[in-house]
């Protein structure tokens, strides 16, 4: 059978695909032009972040409706979103308290190390509308026998405009919580009585 090829079906086909190229997107800021924090001797230990199973994919996930969610072919985080979350946090961590994030090597002898958890139940997107983050995080000291601080967490930020407005809207959103846990880590080095920060809206 003799087969019967159009090439303008070829090349409007080629075309389509042409149309809407792969982009990228991540959730660590670029660097600030803010006066650096003076270094501290606290060290961090960032364990690895949840994610809830609906979001933990290559694509960002956005809200349609009510009832409906869905993946973006074209549009995926640069790195696995717990990595991304998890390295924003550090950073954002590490420049508001002044110090290093020592996660899977061997911590300075005598300097006090903070475990960090964060456990992210809610990712939402709403393109043109807003990005939500909600979850629960924990702060110990590594190696200490007194009790952790767990505190719940929410933050909420406009996200007008594109795929990239909402990928900024989520690093606020994370600068927000990670905020809130460098409050903690301070209060249980000052010791006394451990308080969670008041919830913001």
Do not use: N
Request: charged letters at 20%; one cysteine or more; aromatic letters at 4%.
């Amino acid at each position: 059978m003799k087969r019967i090829f159009y090439p303008g079906l070829v090349l409007a086909a080629a075309a389509a695909c042409r149309s809407a190229p792969s982009r990228y997107y991540t959730l660590v800021p670029p660097p600030s032009d803010a006066a650096p924090v003076a270094p501290s001797d606290l060290q961090l230990d960032v364990l690895p972040v949840d994610v809830p199973a609906d979001v933990d994919r290559a694509q960002l996930v956005v809200r349609r409706g009510p009832g409906e969610v869905a993946p973006v072919d074209t549009r995926s985080w640069i790195a696995p979103l717990p990595l991304e979350i998890r390295r924003a946090l550090s950073g954002e961590l590490s420049r508001t308290l002044g110090a290093r994030d020592v996660a899977g090597l061997t911590p300075t002898a005598g300097a006090p190390t903070y475990r960090v958890k964060l456990s992210v139940q809610r990712f939402e997107s709403a393109l043109g509308e807003r990005a939500v983050i909600e979850g629960v995080w924990s702060v110990r000291e590594a190696g200490g026998t007194g009790a952790p601080l767990t505190c719940a967490g929410r933050a909420s930020e406009a996200a007008p405009g594109d795929y990239a407005a909402l990928a900024e809207a989520h690093q606020r959103a994370l600068a927000r919580i990670a905020a809130d846990i460098a409050t903690g880590v301070r209060a249980l080095k000052a010791g006394g009585e451990l308080a969670c920060p008041p919830a913001k809206p």
